[in-house]
């Protein structure tokens, strides 16, 4: 397949460098607070790479996406609401896990934590390279590197050499490009700040460093094939990572760098510092399910902005019932025999699909594809075009496509799930067939009307009466 490498600013033909295995890491969640559908747009695009190379290449996939569980803003985070930091983290970590759930992201292989003993071991034993090879020094109790002493240094954000000021540092996790300085590898604390020691230095670790000790371990040695964020941190992190690792090491750090767009809103990116994000919860509260949000996250190619809107997830819910109209409505085809029509259809829907996601990851066009497909299937069920003997390639057809978008089958797993307690569904059932048994059918109409209106419908049969999701 190809995809776009910001390494190089080109396409290229995509294969893992050894064996069948692709080694990726993805930078995950800073943990200081609950993840917006900002991050989960790169979350969600990394799930459908990590999807496209499984179910449609063919390829192992390792993959590992971390916890940012100290750092700047998580310490600070711990101060301001009196917790230790690992409680305080641990919170964000639990959210984050319900919502990758809710958005039907696949479970990688591994999702280490910062602070793992294993992992700050690690970046112990990168600091110490570092030093033992020039790249890095002390000063006033942390542990800097010396972008000076790298000549590619820059060259992932292609970073112009003259704007870099030799000698200036900069301690803080994130800074501008223009700022390009000595990164720090490791903070001294002050007092009551989590530390650990490592190389004879108590301190804490720099964001960065974090990153190239994760990967390095548990997917080294280098190259890696895969890594991947959000176009934020192409710089200064990515590149500190680059730095950091490939100074140590002496080899490449990672053979691809897969970097998506920002979700907007009102042309700003989505964040929390301008206090414009979503979270999962408060989508589901307003009454739209996780599966249209997945299904907006994917419906514009991941290298270009997406705007996010009310209107725009009304428009993403609307195109998923399309989708399982049509399905339900192949569940109803009961005429035998074949069309091969029909099936010359579905051949084409599956080409175009295959070829939009082997071309950079283009689900726009991919939706587009399978689209096109709902369409003729729905005039050839019309036309009685659709026998009972083409339902398994249709399905298998809807079934492949699922297996790199994980809308179909997150919403099939929404409609199993009730949108309130199955309890109080029951008892407003029973509370409704008192109130029939007294013939009070204004009351009993009342309980159908607000179960209704939160998404919960009632049919009534000789056996009983049943609810299904609205
Ligand atoms: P953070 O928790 O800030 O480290 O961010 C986690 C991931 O979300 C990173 O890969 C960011 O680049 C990404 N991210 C943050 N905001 C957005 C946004 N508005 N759109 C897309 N990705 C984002
Ligand atoms: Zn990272």
């Given at each position: 397949m190809r995809l776009y490498?910001?390494?190089?600013?080109?396409?290229?033909?995509?294969?893992?460098?050894?064996?069948?295995?692709?080694?990726?890491?993805?930078?995950?969640?800073?943990v200081y607070a609950r993840g917006h559908i900002g991050n989960f747009r790169t979350f969600v695009c990394t799930d459908v790479l990590r999807r496209t190379l499984r179910h449609l290449e063919g390829y192992t996939v390792r993959h590992v996406m971390n916890f940012t569980d100290v750092d700047d803003r998580t310490i600070i985070g711990a101060q301001k609401a009196g917790m230790d930091l690992r409680s305080y983290t641990d919170q964000?970590?639990?959210?984050?896990?319900?919502?990758?759930?809710?958005?039907?992201?696949?479970?990688?292989?591994?999702?280490?934590?910062?602070?793992?003993?294993?992992?700050?071991?690690?970046?112990?034993?990168?600091?110490?390279?570092?030093?033992?090879?020039?790249?890095?020094?002390?000063?006033?109790?942390?542990?800097?590197?010396?972008?000076?002493?790298?000549?590619?240094?820059?060259?992932?954000?292609?970073?112009?050499?003259?704007?870099?000021?030799?000698?200036?540092?900069?301690?803080?996790?994130?800074?501008?490009?223009?700022?390009?300085?000595?990164?720090?590898?490791?903070?001294?604390?002050?007092?009551?700040?989590?530390?650990?020691?490592?190389?004879?230095?108590?301190?804490?670790?720099?964001?960065?460093?974090?990153?190239?000790?994760?990967?390095?371990?548990?997917?080294?040695?280098?190259?890696?094939?895969?890594?991947?964020?959000?176009?934020?941190?192409?710089?200064?992190?990515?590149?500190?990572?680059i730095a950091q690792s490939e100074c140590a090491t002496g080899h490449q750090f990672s053979r691809f760098w897969f970097h998506v767009e920002h979700l907007i809103v009102d042309e700003q990116k989505m964040s929390k510092s301008l206090g414009n994000t979503h979270i999962i919860p408060e989508i589901v509260k307003a009454g739209f399910r996780p599966s249209a949000v997945r299904f907006l996250l994917l419906s514009a190619h991941y290298r270009k902005q997406l705007n996010f809107t009310w209107e725009s997830l009304t428009q993403a819910e609307e195109a998923m019932r399309r989708l399982i109209d049509c399905i339900t409505r192949l569940d109803g085809v009961a005429a035998a025999g074949s069309h091969p029509d029909t099936i010359a259809r579905v051949e084409e829907a599956r080409t175009a699909f295959a070829a939009a996601m082997r071309d950079d990851l283009n689900t726009a066009a991919a939706l587009g594809a399978m689209f096109e497909l709902v369409r003729a299937l729905n005039s050839a069920i019309d036309a009685g075009q659709v026998g009972t003997d083409d339902l398994p390639a249709i399905r298998e057809a809807f079934h492949n496509f699922d297996l790199v978008l994980g809308i179909l089958s997150l919403r099939r797993a929404e409609d199993e799930q009730p949108p309130i307690p199955i309890e109080e569904i029951e008892r407003c059932i029973d509370e409704r067939q008192a109130a029939r048994r007294r013939r009070d059918f204004a009351a009993a109409d009342r309980v159908r009307q607000d179960l209704a209106a939160r998404g919960v419908l009632l049919e009534d049969s000789p056996t009983g009466t049943r609810w299904k999701r609205k």
């Open positions: 490498n910001t390494l190089t600013r080109t396409e290229e033909t995509f294969a893992p460098g050894v064996d069948n295995t692709v080694r990726m890491y993805t930078c995950g969640l800073t964000y970590i639990a959210a984050f896990r319900e919502d990758a759930r809710a958005l039907g992201l696949e479970p990688v292989e591994e999702n280490p934590r910062a602070t793992d003993p294993d992992n700050i071991a690690a970046m112990g034993e990168l600091i110490d390279q570092l030093e033992k090879k020039g790249h890095a020094y002390r000063s006033d109790g942390s542990i800097y590197f010396k972008i000076s002493t790298m000549a590619d240094y820059g060259k992932l954000a292609h970073l112009d050499h003259e704007g870099i000021k030799p000698g200036a540092r900069v301690d803080s996790d994130d800074y501008v490009k223009d700022d390009a300085r000595d990164f720090v590898l490791w903070k001294a604390t002050s007092p009551g700040e989590p530390t650990w020691e490592v190389v004879g230095a108590p301190g804490r670790p720099g964001w960065h460093l974090e990153c190239s000790a994760m990967a390095l371990r548990l997917l080294g040695p280098s190259p890696i094939d895969i890594h991947t964020g959000g176009v934020d941190l192409i710089f200064p992190h990515h590149e500190n990572e």
